[in-house]
Each structure stands twice: as structure tokens, then as C-alpha cells.
């Protein structure tokens, strides 16, 4: 079965770095379009960042652009999501997200991991 | 960007009852939508995308519609596990965005 599983998260001061990652498991990842989707407690989902299946084209927010840096590595089925000059709103739970692997279904997402939180805090 | 807006932020109904809750898109995303369904410390789970395709294992009885900037979730007989919170998301262009949520509550 499809797994995502994230880690990474953490309690970090404003201004640090940070490195997350998501391992995939029960599909072939290599495949797969990639996203970052974030929650900050009580609120909505947010699309961070996007990342095709072969690393080709990579989209941002306005939000984290020229901070965060979305890259995967296919032979680790490994995503990740390099996090700098982190804020206080950047709080939250970050999710790795699988792509629709039906044609022509748009930017939706059919499987999620269990979200792995960063608190950044001083 | 685009703005996506849900409607109504909250609704009270009865086990049973038939709930209709909104979507509007600030520009045209053709039958780029998708709805989701998040229960309290789980995550976001898959519902309708293109508009109105239902993801597998999915029940019947939630069903999508809508294109271009108006979109609908209907849910027929509402079942206890239904009450959650719904979003919706337009899948068309980036920055994909989210609609505030929908709670369905039990009344």
C-alpha cells in the first residue's frame, strides 16, 4: 500500500535552517509529481511547493520562494524540503503529498503522509 | 492567483439529512477542483477531483459538480462519520489554493 512517511520536524528559533524528508513506499515514486502542503494550527491547508516526478520543474508559493527549496532523489524515494530563514509563520504541519496518477485530473492529491510538525519559535 | 472561496463556513444537520456546500473560483479553472475531507488529527483525505470524480472507496452518496468558477459537494444521508471538516482545492494553476473549510456539524 502507498505510504509517505515524513520526519524532520521540529522546534526551531526564527532565522534557522531546517531539512525535511519523505520516504515513499508502495508505488513508483519516480513517477510521481510531488508536493509540500503545510496547516498551521487551526487554518486551512496551504500549498507550499511542487516538484515534477523526474525534478524537471519545480514551482513555490510567494510565501517561501527564495527560502525553501523543494528536491527529491529517485533512487532514495526520498522528497525533501530545505528549509532557511525560517519565521513564526511558517508554523505548522508540513505534509508530503502524492499527485493524481490519472491523466488530465489537475494538481490533486490522493495520498498524504501523517505530517511531521515545525514549531519555529524563540 | 487565484482566490478560492468556500460557502457556508459551518452547517448543522441531522444524521440523514442532505448537505450542499460551495465553491467559487476567482478565475476559470475549467474542472480543475478537488474536495477533501479532514477529521480532527488526521490528515486531509481525498474525495472528488476533476470536479466531479469520485476517488476510489469513496461512498456514492458524496458527489461533485460544477465548472469554469462554481462548484458544488453534495452529501446525501449523512452518516456520523461524515461530520468533518471539507475543503476545497483548485487544481488548475500554480499557486494551487484552498478554499477557509466547511464544518458539517452534528445539530
Known amino acids: 500500500q502507498v505510504q509517505l512517511v515524513e520526519s524532520g520536524g521540529g522546534v526551531i528559533q526564527p532565522g534557522r535552517s531546517l531539512r525535511l524528508s519523505c520516504v515513499g513506499s508502495?508505488?513508483?515514486?519516480?513517477?510521481?509529481?510531488m508536493h509540500w502542503v503545510r496547516q498551521a494550527p487551526g487554518r486551512g491547508p496551504e500549498w507550499v511547493a511542487a516538484?515534477?516526478?523526474?525534478?524537471?520543474?519545480?514551482n513555490y508559493a510567494d510565501s517561501v520562494k527564495g527560502r525553501f527549496t523543494i528536491s527529491r532523489d529517485n533512487s532514495k524515494k526520498t522528497l525533501y524540503l530545505e528549509m532557511n530563514s525560517l519565521r513564526a509563520d511558517d508554523t505548522g504541519l508540513y505534509y508530503c503529498?502524492?499527485?493524481?496518477?490519472?491523466?488530465?485530473?489537475?494538481?490533486?492529491?490522493?495520498?498524504w503522509g501523517q505530517g511531521t510538525l515545525v514549531t519555529v519559535s524563540s | 492567483d487565484i482566490q478560492v472561496t468556500q460557502s457556508p463556513s459551518s452547517v448543522s444537520a441531522f444524521v440523514g439529512d442532505s448537505v450542499t456546500i460551495t465553491c467559487r473560483t476567482s478565475?476559470?479553472?475549467?474542472?480543475?477542483l478537488a474536495w477533501y475531507q479532514q477529521k480532527p488529527g488526521e490528515a486531509p483525505k481525498l474525495l472528488i477531483y476533476?470536479?466531479?470524480t469520485l476517488q476510489s472507496g469513496v461512498p456514492s452518496r458524496f458527489s461533485g459538480s460544477g465548472s469554469g468558477t462554481d462548484f458544488t459537494l453534495a452529501i446525501s444521508s449523512l452518516q456520523p462519520e461524515d461530520f468533518a471538516t471539507y475543503y476545497c482545492?483548485?487544481?488548475?494553476?500554480?499557486?494551487?489554493?484552498f478554499g477557509g473549510g466547511t464544518k458539517v456539524e452534528i445539530k
Open positions: 503529498v502524492r499527485q493524481v496518477q490519472v491523466p488530465y485530473s489537475g494538481y490533486a492529491y490522493d495520498f
Open positions: 508502495g508505488f513508483s515514486f519516480s513517477s510521481c509529481g
Open positions: 516538484i515534477w516526478h523526474d525534478g524537471s520543474n519545480i
Open positions: 478565475q476559470n479553472v475549467n474542472k480543475w
Open positions: 476533476s470536479a466531479s
Open positions: 482545492q483548485q487544481a488548475e494553476s500554480f499557486p494551487l489554493s
